[in-house]
């Protein structure tokens, strides 16, 4: 196992090389002039080719890359261009804010969804299946801004019960959860049922009926747990695209988080803070498919993986 999980890391460096590659040369390619940005509308033109001189921008832009990846290597993710920061401090204040949105989001998703899915697939072609599959598509086609919007306007604007928006408490997590999750919790459940009533048609199934064992044990502990392997391969790549796909989401409740940080940086072209958070939400994707990966072996101890 230790040997496998080592190959995979040794594996993620000529990935992230290459991602590397891929956003700083696309970054540069964001119409807009930082310089002229930062020096303001009424800045000279020769006060505009300082600023890009100091910033280092009148390089070129192989030059720019190669000292961009002499400080990567010795772990400087360089400094912000608009407000002279260091990036790795600015991702810092905002990374575990986003990773809590992620984990809250994640976290109901995850129950409501195995539980709609499962009493759909208990109670198929009945009412809890018809209602569980309505929620199901409802939460699919509901785009995760629009619900935003709805939840600011019933539970803070008519009832004011939870904040509209920003980080002030527990309660600033809750309407982006339900509007960052409400997509997760319906491709679980939709992929829960799907996966679980193929599994109650198996031989295994049958013969635990015939031994007399209750539905009550039967679908909890013999057949939801080898349901789990899709669910959870779908559940991962969601994780990981949650934590740099918060962005629209962040912007509507004003999230003090990574996705608002990055809505703000391509808004100044702070080319150094786009940069380093799509590399880590890259390297953060990569490390949640291999926790996906090694959760197989525990749903189903037949998996076993060489190194």
Known sequence: MFAYIGKRLLETIPILFVVSILIFFFTHLIPGDPARLVAG?????AEVAQIRENLGLDQP?????VDYMAGLLTGNLGQSLVTGHDVSSMIGARFLPSLYLTIASMGWALVFGLIIGTVSAVFKNKWPDYVGMMTAVSGISVPNFWLGLLLIQLFSVQLGWLPTGGLDSWKGYVLPSIALGAGIMAMVARFTRASLLDTLKSDFIRTARSKGLKETTI?????LR???IPVVTISGLQFGFLLGGSVVVETVFNFP???RLLID?????????IQALLLLFSFYFIMVNLIVDLLYSLLNPKI???A
């Not at 509308?41 to 033109?45: I, S």
């Not at 832009?61 to 890359?65: E, P, S």
């Not at 679908?219 to 057949?223: E, T, V």
């Open 61 to 65: 832009v192989w030059k720019q890359y």
């Open 257 to 259: 988080g990574m996705g």
């Open 304 to 306: 076993k993986y060489a």
């Open 226 to 228: 080898n349901s789990l």
């Open 41 to 45: 509308p009424d800045a000279t033109l």
């Open 219 to 223: 679908i909890p502990k013999h057949a």
């Open 265 to 273: 940086s391509i808004g100044f072209r702070d080319y150094p803070t």
